[in-house]
C-alpha cells in the first residue's frame, strides 16, 4: 500500500507559477515511477509527466518548456514546477505512483488559472 498526499494547488493568473508537490509513504520501497496527471471538466484524465527512478522523465507536449518535474527520494516526494501557466492548465492535478503490481493516486489537488 502507498499514500499520496499533494498540496501546493491554487488560482493563479496566466503567466503565473505553481509548485505541485506528492509526499508519498508505505511501500514506497516498490515504487518504480511517479507522476501527475490531470483532469479538466468534461475531459479525461491526461498524462502531465513521469520522472522513474532512475530520473528519466517524460512530458505531454501541451507542457514541456514550462512545466518541471523532479523528485527527493530522501523525501519520498515528487515536485510538478509549473511556469507560464495558461488558462488551459486549469484541472484537477493528481500525483501518481507506479509499483510493479498496480498503481496508485492521490486525491487530487485543483489548480485554476484565471485573471
Known amino acids: 500500500q502507498v499514500q499520496l498526499v499533494e498540496s501546493g494547488g491554487g488560482l493563479v493568473q496566466p503567466g503565473g507559477s505553481l509548485r505541485l508537490s506528492c509526499a508519498a509513504s508505505?511501500?514506497?520501497?516498490?515504487?518504480?515511477?511517479m507522476g501527475w496527471y490531470r483532469q479538466a471538466p468534461g475531459k479525461p484524465r491526461e498524462l502531465v509527466a513521469t520522472?522513474?527512478?532512475?530520473?528519466?522523465?517524460n512530458y505531454a507536449d501541451s507542457v514541456k518548456g514550462r512545466f518541471t518535474i523532479s523528485r527527493d527520494n530522501a523525501k519520498n516526494t515528487v515536485y510538478l514546477q509549473m511556469n507560464s501557466l495558461k488558462s488551459e492548465d486549469t484541472a484537477v492535478y493528481f500525483c501518481?505512483?507506479?509499483?510493479?503490481?498496480?498503481?496508485?493516486w492521490g486525491q487530487g489537488t485543483q489548480v485554476t488559472v484565471s485573471s
Open positions: 508505505g511501500s514506497v520501497f516498490s515504487i518504480y515511477a
Open positions: 501518481n505512483a507506479q509499483l510493479p503490481i498496480k498503481g496508485y
Open positions: 520522472i522513474t527512478n532512475g530520473g528519466r522523465t
